[in-house]
């Protein structure tokens, strides 16, 4: 309806996409109802909650505080650039050997976030995975089998050994016998 | 699983089956969805916490670009929501709520209109261009005020305002009790107003389709059938008319488990414009208008033997529940729960209480995780506290000395409790509060001059409700059963239903974990069909802990119902007896020759493709239903927690430095859901306890519109919990599972204000209210130097 509509091409996951959009439309919005990629969530669009992290050029960013024209000529990243439902990539794998998520409302922004947050600190103690996953909210879990997850996927991306975190004690050892 | 193997999926944890989508961004949540040709609604909501409605003007708003139209309650003459109670007038006064405000408002956030525009963003703008004219009245906005003489009237139904009055128990004798007790301890405790606060918020879609004839709502909700029951009537229309979807959906708490007038005004917009209408609420319409919870004032007198016997107990408690009356719970559902279950875990010799709803003008009041125990059992606990402490006994002392031991125990409050560990695991839990060396933490922080507090709580959660627990609730629409299929495809694939709906508990894994090991097929060959009023059979959705104990319960007897056809046409196959053959995974086999077996593909086959072979009178296809209740009292699941709490004197911040969890839920179908239910439930119980309260302000209006206000926890608030299990398996189904859902939020509080208090002990602050601020203990314990100063000078 408005006139002063725009132009944008914005590079989402490694692929150009040209949308027509008002000047006042969100990142996340453009993201979700323009480009279906709704892997991205919504929880509170004042950039409190962490649900629409993305990574743009590389750094963790909130996509509700963000109009989508101020995206433009930046590399943007979302959840769906991570693995597939048949292929998760590793975070993804320790997330879900953890227990890292319920409803997995707030999931794909902790995963971003914890992306960006690994990239610039690949080997962080877990005080400061803790203090990374403050950032967002999670009403389901407790967090502490996100900061779990994150933890021991620094230590495999490490190819350390995370046999000692307590996701051992927790789960019975016929867990393997049942996935196979 | 391996083949043959004879180990069950039933307590593993094995991994969920919904992990995938949702880690790749593929899951489905409602604001996902598009429809062709969508229209997006935004709701014109109350300014004013009570007042009259004296006009409405959405001419300019009509003009505005993409608005397709303006609806108010005159235009949609819908029904409204009405949920009752089967009591007499002096315990229960029917109120109405309409779908959109009419004649008045009775909160802030109340929808009054809605709008319909092409995106959203048109919506906003439109909505803020409905000129509404009020009259304002004086609000209600306390308990206290609520029952004064001449206080303002919410509703006229309820000139007191009051919609629930009820003295449901008073043992002859026991003002004598109370009178001649050694020790009597009297309380005053009240607990804040909260929101459940999932993190994604209410929405829904709705379009008719018409060549099913039906409306058809995607929709948040946690009970799809009861609000399809709601939506027909107001909309008018046949139940048949109209299909209730539940996509994935980010949490609920029981926010989503009444009807929301604004799912039944989409509807009602979308069947009005033959279009799709999408609303989604956001952030600051789901901390002020959607359901709240948890806001209850206590006054008790607690009499205790000088040998420290939990002798009676005398209640009174009155639950702000809001301006409206919610369906199908009523504004009963706070102050029963709290009457009925209240002496909790202990041997009680008298009880008598008071239970009452008052109506106020705020948000109304849902069912939210627990419901109302995680405030009776702080009142408890903290009455153990105050007895233990004028008695000279420790903590858990008092405690051993009043729990129940002996089951089944017929409590004075007239319910069977089931066999539960309430005694061993708070003396697991005292070991390890010994093996962690928390007392010993505790005396070097009082040495270094740093507080230190240890806090106990010991509690039972009543999760099989079924149809005759609630039907003493006296409920109109009376909860309890499920019904459950369980079909097996040609390929051998199985799908199961539930009237239950995940909502992050895991049920497309456990459920299937259950239906996988009594039809012996692997894990992934099972898929849970849930939230989907067409497909899946009437049920009561997913409340109070009861989707395993109950609807997981269904899900097994449909799955042996199918499994007894299976035999039976195997046996047949095999040219065996029906008690001569038995299911092994992947067929049907004679017993003590597994060479001569068949398969369940060999089996389907003939049930649907050649059924020319099947034993007489055996129907084709392998589809089985079956249901589930439940007329005892139900079982509970327990728990004791621990608490290690410092205060830090300077700025009265309160840390949680480690927090201990010993539950017993019965058989765990698997132990890391029961875990993550567990954690994320303490979580929520510690959010009530420090941080989360809705506040109004006194004209009414709400103190939170965002996050910034409304301080929920993150990761740097809520500390790594451990976990330890206890197994007293349920009686009554064939699964064992008692409950887990909500069990850490009713809980954690009261090991939590324990512990604060247990840290400031001797100082002469002690708190006796929820949530606990900083700026509360730095008041308290300044107060309490400043007292004692002068007390020295
Ligand atoms: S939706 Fe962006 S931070 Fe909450
Ligand atoms: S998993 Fe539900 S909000 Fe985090």
């Known amino acids: 309806m408005s006139e002063n509509k725009q132009l944008l091409t914005l590079q989402v996951n490694g692929e150009d996409h040209e949308v027509i959009c008002d000047p006042r439309m969100t990142l996340v919005d453009v993201l979700r109802h323009e480009l279906f990629l709704t892997g991205t969530h919504v929880g509170c669009e004042h950039g409190v909650c962490g649900a629409c992290t993305v990574l743009v050029d590389d750094k963790p960013a909130r996509a509700c505080l963000i109009f989508a024209a101020q995206a433009e000529g930046r590399v943007i990243r979302t959840v769906e650039s991570l693995g597939t439902p048949e292929e998760l990539n590793d975070l993804q794998e320790e997330f879900s050997r953890h227990h890292g998520l319920q409803c997995g409302f707030c999931t794909p922004g902790m995963l971003m976030l914890a992306e960006g947050f690994l990239a610039e600190e690949p080997n962080p103690s877990r005080e400061q995975v803790r203090e990374c996953i403050s950032a967002n909210l999670c009403r389901c879990t407790g967090y502490q089998t996100i900061v779990d997850a994150v933890e021991c996927t620094s230590k495999r991306r490490q190819s350390a050994d995370c046999s000692g975190c307590s996701f051992a004690a927790a789960v019975p050892q016929n867990k393997e016998e049942n996935q196979a | ?793």
């Open chain 2, 1 to 793: 699983m391996k083949p043959n193997s004879t180990k069950t999926l039933v307590g593993s944890s094995a991994a969920r089956r919904e992990d995938p989508r949702l880690l790749s961004g593929r899951g489905r949540f409602v604001d996902d969805m598009h429809a062709p040709g969508m229209l997006h609604a935004v709701f014109v909501r109350s300014a004013h916490a009570h007042a009259r409605l004296i006009g409405i003007d959405s001419a300019e708003a009509q003009q505005m670009p993409g608005v397709a139209a303006v609806f108010t309650a005159e235009d949609l003459r819908l029904g409204p929501i009405v949920a009752g109670l089967d009591r007499p007038a002096k315990e229960w006064a029917e109120t109405a709520m309409p779908i959109l405000a009419s004649g008045k408002v009775r909160f802030v956030g109340e929808p009054i209109a809605v709008v319909v525009a092409s995106d959203p963003y048109a919506a906003e703008d439109a909505a803020e261009q409905v000129d509404v004219s009020y009259d304002p009245l004086d609000p209600v906005l306390g308990d206290d005020q609520a029952l004064s003489a001449g206080a303002p009237v919410v509703h006229e139904e309820a000139p007191q305002n009051t919609l629930v009055d009820v003295s449901l128990f008073a043992t002859e004798g026991i003002d004598r009790i109370l009178d001649e007790a050694h020790t009597v301890v009297e309380v005053d405790l009240r607990t804040g107003r909260q929101n459940a606060l999932p993190l994604e918020t209410r929405g829904a879609l709705a379009q008719w389709d018409d060549r099913s004839e039906q409306m058809v709502v995607h929709t948040c909700t946690q009970t799809p059938h009861q609000v399809r029951t709601v939506a027909a009537e107001s909309l008018g229309l046949l139940e048949r008319q109209v299909r209730i979807v539940v996509p994935d959906m980010g949490g609920g708490f029981g926010q989503k488990c009444v009807v929301s007038r604004e799912e039944i005004a989409t509807a009602a917009a979308a069947l009005r414009l033959r279009k799709p209408v999408k609303w989604i609420e956001d952030r600051r319409e789901a901390l002020t208008a959607a359901f709240l919870a948890r806001q209850q004032h206590y006054t008790a007198r607690a009499a205790f033997s000088s040998d420290g016997e939990f002798l009676a107990l005398d209640v009174d408690v009155i639950c702000d529940m809001g301006a409206y009356s919610v369906y199908p719970f009523t504004a009963g559902i706070e102050p029963l729960m709290a009457s009925a279950e209240m002496p909790g875990v202990y041997r009680l010799g008298a009880y008598r209480v008071r239970g009452r709803a008052v109506t106020t003008n705020k948000a109304p009041t849902a069912p939210y995780r627990g419901v109302s125990r995680p405030q009776y059992v702080l009142l408890l606990e903290h009455i153990m506290e105050r007895a233990a402490a004028e008695l000279g006994m420790t903590s858990v002392d008092i405690r051993r000395r009043n729990l129940i031991t002996e089951f089944p125990y017929k409590s004075v409050n007239n319910i069977t409790y089931d066999p539960g560990s309430y005694l061993e695991s708070l003396e697991l839990c005292e070991k390890l509060v010994q093996e962690r060396g928390w007392p010993q933490m505790q005396q070097k922080a009082a040495e270094e001059g740093r507080r230190i507090g240890i806090g106990y709580s010991c509690f039972s959660e009543r999760t099989g409700y079924g149809t005759g627990a609630f039907a003493q609730r006296k409920m109109k629409a009376v909860p309890g059963f499920d019904l459950a299929e369980a079909r097996m495809d040609f390929t051998g694939a199985v799908t199961i239903t539930s009237a239950t709906i995940n909502h992050g508990q895991s049920h497309e894994t456990t459920m299937s974990q259950i239906a996988a090991d009594v039809l012996g097929v692997e894990l992934s060959a099972v898929r849970l069909e849930q939230g989907d009023t067409e497909r899946v059979p009437y049920g009561w959705g997913t409340f109070a802990s009861r989707s395993i104990v109950v609807g997981g319960s269904a899900v097994r007897n449909a799955a042996s119902r199918l499994k007894e056809k299976m035999l039976a046409l195997g046996a047949h196959l095999l040219e065996a007896e029906a008690d001569q053959v038995e299911m092994h995974h992947g067929g049907v086999r004679v017993l003590g020759e597994p060479e001569r077996s068949v398969s369940h593909t060999e089996i389907a086959t003939v049930a649907y493709l050649q059924a020319q072979r099947l034993p007489e009178g055996m129907p084709p296809g392998l589809s089985e239903s079956d249901s589930f209740d439940v007329f005892n009292d139900g079982t509970f699941s327990n728990a004791t927690h621990a608490a290690l709490v410092e205060v830090h004197e300077g700025t009265g911040q309160p840390e949680i430095l480690s927090f201990l969890c010993v539950e017993d839920c019965g058989v765990a179908i698997n132990p890391q859901v029961v875990e993550g239910q567990a954690r994320g439930g303490i979580a929520q119980g510690i959010a009530g306890a420090l941080f989360e309260e809705i506040e109004y302000d006194a004209a009414g209006h709400p103190l939170a519109g965002s996050f910034m206000d409304y301080r929920t926890p993150t990761a740097q608030e809520i500390p790594d919990i451990e976990i330890h299990h206890l197994e007293t398996p349920c009686l009554f189904n064939e699964t064992g599972a008692k409950g887990a859902g909500e069990g850490g939020t009713i809980g954690a509080p009261a090991a939590v204000v324990n512990a604060i208090n247990d840290a400031c002990r001797g100082t002469g602050a002690e708190f006796s209210h929820v949530p606990i601020t900083s700026r509360d203990i730095h008041a308290a314990l300044f107060a309490a130097t400043t007292t004692s100063k002068l007390q020295e000078a």
